[in-house]
């Protein structure tokens, strides 16, 4: 498997799993019939947290990845020798039944470290939010002025609507959320690791999260789920739910930006049901060959 293909199967859970039961769980309200409502019976706002499932975090790729995070701090074991076994999970059935297997067993579940390559997965308690000192943080911002070089912040890593589709809510730091924030410093500052999260957090009418996939330049590509009438292809045509694939590499792998420096789409588009079933399922190599252009 390739790093890129993991997306899938996080689009995949999100669909199959948390988006089946924040119907099942959430209140049925007269005009509301086809959002996820709270206790209240209301739709959820954006940016608020999901009741129904949990946030997921996910690093890629491998176990020296994770060895090299524990020695740098950002995970918080006291030995490398601390690290639990890896579980082989050679499809996205033994994919999904992992994580509902762990979520469910009485631990938090929301941190994870995978290896593409062989297909293993792991649970870990906890990512560091940044493990360097206050004082080594200054000290690194002041070298990067006298050298020129600038201080890129949290806010750098996404596009201006991330937090809301309608750009209704601005993005700073302290809105992006402690998992979002770990993702982002994490994939920064370790070139050979890629950050993957479900969000909890609600974006767009629907009431659900979006997956996203970080890399060292920020926000690489997400999907969002949402309703939408009249749509090109459907991810739920039952209930006219609608999945936006949105990448932010240009073709030669570049971050594509707006004039004024903010992360924008290269692509966005519609991803069918039957699109999903079989990225999740078939790797890399077996995709077509146009795989590669437009996500």
């Known amino acids: 498997m390739e790093k890129r293909d993991f997306i899938w199967w996080l689009l995949k859970f999100q669909v199959e799993n948390n988006l089946e039961e924040s119907f099942r769980k959430s209140s049925r309200t007269n005009g509301l019939e086809e959002v996820i409502t709270g206790d209240d019976g209301r739709s959820l706002r954006e940016n608020t947290e999901t009741p129904y499932h949990p946030g997921l975090l996910f690093l890629a790729n491998g176990v020296a990845s994770l060895n090299k995070l524990i020695k740098k ?23 999904a039944e992992y994580i509902k297997r762990v979520t469910e067993s009485g631990g938090e579940g929301t941190a994870y470290a995978f290896n593409a390559e062989h297909q293993k997965i792991t649970a870990v308690p906890e990512f560091t939010n940044s493990p360097e000192s206050p004082f080594y943080n200054r000290i690194t911002r002041k070298v990067n002025q006298m050298l020129g070089r600038k201080n890129e912040s949290l806010v750098d890593a996404v596009p201006g609507d991330f937090l809301s589709l309608k750009k209704e809510i601005p993005v700073s730091g302290n809105r992006l959320g402690t998992k979002t924030g770990i993702a982002i410093r994490l994939s920064r500052d370790n070139s050979d690791v890629h950050a993957y999260q479900v969000r909890r957090t609600v974006y767009g009418e629907l009431g659900l999260g979006k997956v996203t996939w970080f890399d060292q330049d920020g926000l690489r590509e997400e999907i969002y789920l949402d309703r939408k009438a009249n749509a090109l292809a459907y991810i739920d045509p039952e209930r006219k739910i609608v999945a936006i694939h949105r990448s932010y590499r240009d073709m030669k792998g570049e971050p594509f930006r707006d004039e004024d420096g903010k992360l924008t789409p290269f692509v966005e588009r519609f991803i069918s049901r039957e699109e999903l079933n079989q990225r999740a399922e078939l790797s890399y190599k077996q995709m077509p060959k146009t795989y590669g252009k437009v996500a």
Not at 75 to 80: F, G, I, L, N
């Open 73 to 95: 701090r950002w995970v918080p074991y006291d030995r490398e020798e601390d690290i639990s076994e890896f579980d082989n999970v050679k499809d996205y059935r033994d994919f």
